[in-house]
């Protein structure tokens, strides 16, 4: 399948860029196509509520930054990951963006299936982002093939790496 995974956080060798990786080594091993984008690294700004996109835009964003690139992405995704660190108790921002700007196009076209990669340096802060991507599955008729989480003596452990392998193995 062809497989998105957004990756949002800004540390580059961090958590959450290491669980996107086992996901798609995982992935590719298991003979799909995956593409991961780290929107930290990107230019994507938040909604600005225009209706442009719902007007004359007809399903076309007015703002022209780097989800420009994206669009094309997720309109041919199959399953998508979102891979975040948790900050303030919910998905970080740079992953919020992405999601809220595909508003011009309300969902997804192909996503059949989605799953989340969650890091954080406390236990028990994932009710916010669980609860969005629980939210977001529904909304965009994708079933959830699951949810990992990372707190700090979690993190890029062989146990980590396992419950990714079984992740990818839901697909
Ligand atoms: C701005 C900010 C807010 C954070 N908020 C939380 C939080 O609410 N709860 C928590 O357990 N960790 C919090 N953290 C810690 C990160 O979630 C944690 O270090 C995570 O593993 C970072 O992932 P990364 O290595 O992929 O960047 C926060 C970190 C930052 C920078």
Known sequence: MNILIL???????????WMA???KNAAEAAGHKVTVVNVAKKHIAGCLACEYCHGKGNGACIQKDDM???????AEAEVLVLAAPIYYFTLCAQIQAPIQRMYCVMEPAK????????????????????AEYHYLCNYWHAEDTGIVTAKVDEQKTEQTKQKIVELVAKI
């Open 7 to 17: 990756q949002g956080s800004p540390r580059a060798k961090g958590n959450t860029a």
């Open 21 to 23: 990786e086992e996901y």
């Open 68 to 74: 420009q690139e994206l669009y094309p992405l997720m």
């Open 111 to 130: 996503v059949k299936k989605m799953a989340l990669l969650c890091s954080s340096y406390s236990p028990g802060v994932y009710d916010g982002a669980t």
